[in-house]
């Protein structure tokens, strides 16, 4: 056996023993962190959650006079007109541990129903703008759209049909602050969502 060849492989296998050796004790600490904060959750009282940062639907904006005979704009009006009187709050990004330290054990259900409003909320307003969009509503789209964005949400398409339509309407300048917001996002579509508009509009 070529003796080169040999050491090589000896170093490359001895390398990838490290590097399995590393990844496992990382492994093994991130886990060790996570039970340790876990514990130290369960043990905080409840706090007041009049602080939270509640979202509250301005539905007198809304495009809800058109497409009224449309049974997805008409579905997703109610859901919208539903939530009106529920709490809102994006909690996306935190864990159920994050919001036990944060606020206590005792509030994790209704923070946990919070959020799904929020979650249910973001998407409702974008599915109403997809139709909007497709029957030739821009403008009105981008009232949905523009409210989702002020409310740090993290789908990705709101951003992208929103810089659309800025763009092709001369509005351009306005995308430097969608990139910025979508910068301060505490979700995993974070970086995916600012690549993408930093590419489409390298200007910006």
Same mark, same amino acid.
Request: glycine share 4%.
């Given at each position: 056996?070529?003796?080169?060849?040999?050491?090589?492989?000896?170093?490359?296998?001895?390398?990838?023993?490290?590097?399995?050796?590393?990844?496992?004790?990382?492994?093994?600490?991130? @886990?060790?962190?996570?039970?340790?904060?876990?514990?130290?959750?369960?043990?905080?009282?409840?706090?007041?959650?009049?602080?939270?940062?509640?979202?509250?639907?301005?539905?007198?904006?809304?495009?809800?006079?058109?497409?009224?005979?449309?049974?997805?704009?008409?579905?997703?009006?109610?859901?919208?007109?539903?939530?009106?009187?529920?709490?809102?709050?994006?909690?996306?990004?935190?864990?159920?541990?994050?919001?036990?330290?944060?606020?206590?054990?005792? @509030?994790?259900?209704?923070?946990?129903?919070?959020?799904?409003?929020?979650?249910?909320?973001?998407?409702?307003?974008?599915?109403?703008?997809?139709?909007?969009?497709?029957?030739g509503y821009l403008a009105e789209a981008s009232v949905l759209m523009e409210f989702a964005v002020s409310t740090n949400t993290d789908v990705s398409r709101t951003y992208y049909q929103l810089a659309e339509f800025w763009a092709s309407h001369f509005e351009e300048e306005r995308i430097p602050q969608l990139i910025r917001?979508?910068?301060?996002?505490?979700?995993?579509?974070?970086?995916?969502?600012?690549?993408?508009?930093?590419?489409?509009?390298?200007?910006?």
């Amino acid at each position: 056996m070529n003796i080169g060849f040999l050491a090589s492989f000896i170093t490359f296998s001895l390398l990838v023993s490290h590097n399995i050796r590393k990844q496992a004790k990382k492994r093994r600490k991130d @886990n060790d962190n996570f039970w340790e904060r876990e514990a130290r959750s369960n043990s905080v009282r409840r706090k007041s959650l009049d602080g939270l940062n509640y979202v509250t639907i301005p539905l007198e904006r809304f495009p809800t006079h058109i497409l009224n005979e449309n049974s997805t704009v008409m579905e997703c009006i109610g859901i919208v007109e539903s939530l009106t009187d529920q709490k809102i709050v994006n909690l996306t990004g935190w864990t159920n541990t994050d919001l036990k330290l944060e606020y206590g054990t005792a @509030n994790i259900t209704p923070l946990s129903e919070y959020d799904q409003n929020y979650t249910l909320l973001v998407r409702t307003l974008q599915k109403w703008a997809d139709v909007l969009i497709e029957s030739g509503y821009l403008a009105e789209a981008s009232v949905l759209m523009e409210f989702a964005v002020s409310t740090n949400t993290d789908v990705s398409r709101t951003y992208y049909q929103l810089a659309e339509f800025w763009a092709s309407h001369f509005e351009e300048e306005r995308i430097p602050q969608l990139i910025r917001t979508a910068e301060g996002l505490r979700s995993s579509n974070r970086n995916a969502i600012v690549r993408y508009l930093k590419e489409k509009y390298p200007q910006n």
